[in-house]
């Protein structure tokens, strides 16, 4: 696999109420008799210039300037009624008073990578609005504290830019693509080449800013701790609005060093790859290698939290096999290892303010969990399914350090102690008219690896949003908690039943809503 490709491959995965506004809250808001009344109620407190209907010219551009998966640009997918682009909470708390008296629900997008695309579509014909936060992304750094309130809107590569201006000594561990919007990514946990180090994203958050259901601004000690630890991994939209993110940062050294080497089939990359899933998970925390597999060849890629001279011993003594030595040490600060990781040589710190992503592609994604390893004849067969008509790309991200190390009630990310990495599969296709090919690879490759992964449930990545895995069914107006678990349980584990509970305390008719949020469990 050239490194051009693996970067193109990396590309495409990739406190205020203002006293100028003002938003009448008295109890839970009462629907209404008319969806065509949103509109009106929302210009009493939303500035016009905000506010798209679907009649609006610069609605089209709007709504997929942060698509990623070009199969939902298709003139079937079901688009919202209107799209509001808020600059101040108070424009979302708004939108929901609103929604809620006029039967308008709202869906949340902050960066558009979600693999389903339900943050902006429908999976079935409904009326909702849009909330899109891109114009809120301011990034506050406080680093003295070693904190930073983060808005919902920004992306990745603007949070790391703007940590390593206030202070190049932090970091802050959370996604390997610039372009992921803060309020999906640390929602659903959120992790990247810091895991094994510092966790998931969500691990560090320590307050919240919150609209809910009844239009309310909460932060964390008004929320209640039980909406806090919902928040933090339990999935985007379900509980309310994030607006902004209170994170610890993290120390990085003056000093880390990356390496690509790349295997075929003819240098043992079967052997490497059985011994890689053992040893991964048990390396020092500060050592994260993971692997790409596609075609007939895999990218081994690390990052190391120091400098090539201590990286070398450590990768002779623990893992000689892949024959690593220093003229694969490129050494380079945290901040320029953000963007080298995905674009390579090319990539410059620059490129974490830039808001489009480069690639775009048709796309169907797939996750799962390993917590045994899996024998040498079976990724001896893997590698057949890795060359096939339409193959994907396998990625898999070790686990152990600390994102192993923490209880797996701690928050709804469950996939913890014990775990050996995570995979995702990853189907993606090019061409005009390219929408309308089947997914298959995907779904066939993820049946053939059914015995070798997590099981009762089968484990999957909420974040690795994949419909296959089940939807929910609503009677009554409310989302049935039994069809949720079918997914659910998947995504959260034992976890999922506490967040359904905290669903029906919060929002108990279901206001938030899509195919899959967490539906509300009243016992």
Same mark, same amino acid.
């Given at each position: ?193 810091? #895991?094994? +180090?510092? /966790? =998931?994203?969500? &691990? ?8 809910? *259901?009844? $239009? @309310? ?125 995905? #674009?390579? +040589?090319? /990539? =410059?710190?620059? &490129? ?8 775009? *592609?048709? $796309? @169907? ?127 959260? +584990? ?30």
């Amino acid at each position: 696999m050239a490194t051009s490709r693996a970067s193109a491959l990396a590309l495409l995965l990739c406190a205020c109420l203002s006293a100028s506004c003002h938003v009448a809250i008295s109890g839970p808001p009462t629907p209404g008799p008319g969806k065509d009344d949103f509109l009106s109620c929302m210009t009493r407190s939303v500035p016009p210039r905000l506010l798209l209907a679907k009649s609006s010219p610069a609605y089209g551009a709007t709504w997929s300037s942060t698509i990623r998966n070009l199969k939902f640009l298709s003139d079937k997918t079901v688009r919202p009624l209107y799209i509001i682009t808020p600059t101040d909470a108070c424009h979302i708390q708004s939108a929901v008073v609103c929604g809620r008296r006029h039967g308008v629900r709202l869906r949340v997008r902050s960066g558009g990578h979600d693999y389903e695309g339900l943050s902006y579509r429908s999976d079935k014909p409904e009326q909702f609005a849009v909330v899109d936060l891109s114009r809120m992304r301011q990034v506050r750094i406080d680093g003295k504290q070693a904190t930073a309130w983060v808005d919902s809107g920004a992306q990745l590569g603007e949070i790391y830019y703007a940590v390593n201006k206030a202070t190049p000594k932090l970091g802050f561990p959370a996604g390997v693509c610039a372009t992921i919007g803060v309020g999906g990514h640390f929602s659903g946990g959120g992790f990247g080449m810091m #895991l094994r +180090k510092y /966790g =998931t994203a969500a &691990d560090n958050v320590i307050d919240a800013k919150v609209v809910d *259901a009844n $239009g @309310k601004l909460l932060d964390r000690k008004a929320m209640g701790e039980d909406l806090f630890w919902a928040i933090r991994g339990g999935g985007g939209s379900s509980f309310g609005i994030v607006v902004s993110w209170q994170v610890k940062l993290v120390p990085v050294p003056p000093t880390v060093t990356v390496f690509q080497i790349h295997k075929g089939l003819k240098e043992g990359v079967v052997d490497l790859i059985a011994k890689w899933q053992q040893v991964a998970p048990s390396l020092p925390e500060d050592l994260m290698i993971r692997i790409m597999a596609m075609g007939q060849e895999a990218l081994f890629e690390a990052l190391f939290l120091g400098t090539c001279k201590d990286l070398v011993p450590l990768m002779n003594a623990r893992f000689p096999e892949l024959g690593m030595n220093p003229s694969h040490c490129n050494e380079m600060s945290w901040i320029q290892s953000v963007p080298y990781i995905p #674009l390579g +040589k090319t /990539g =410059t710190v620059r &490129d974490l303010l830039n808001r489009t992503s480069n690639i775009r *592609a048709f $796309g @169907k994604y797939k996750s799962d969990y390993v917590r045994d390893p899996i024998p040498k004849g079976v990724w001896e067969k893997i590698f057949t399914w890795l060359v096939k008509p339409g193959a994907g790309v396998m990625i898999m991200d070790p686990y152990g350090g600390r994102i192993s190390s923490i209880p797996d009630d701690a928050t709804p990310f469950p996939h913890r102690q014990g775990m050996l990495f995570n995979i995702q599969y990853v189907n993606y296709w090019f061409g005009e008219g390219a929408g309308a090919q089947p997914n298959q690879w995907s779904r066939d490759m993820y049946a053939f690896m059914e015995p070798y992964v997590t099981k009762n449930p089968r484990q999957a990545y909420v974040n690795y949003r994949d419909l296959d895995l089940g939807v929910n069914q609503v009677v009554g107006d409310v989302s049935t908690y039994e069809s949720g678990r079918v997914w659910g349980e998947k995504y959260f +584990k034992g976890n999922f039943q506490r967040l359904a509970k905290i669903k029906a305390k919060v929002d108990p008719q279901d206001y938030f809503r899509n195919e899959q949020t967490i539906p509300p469990l009243f016992k």
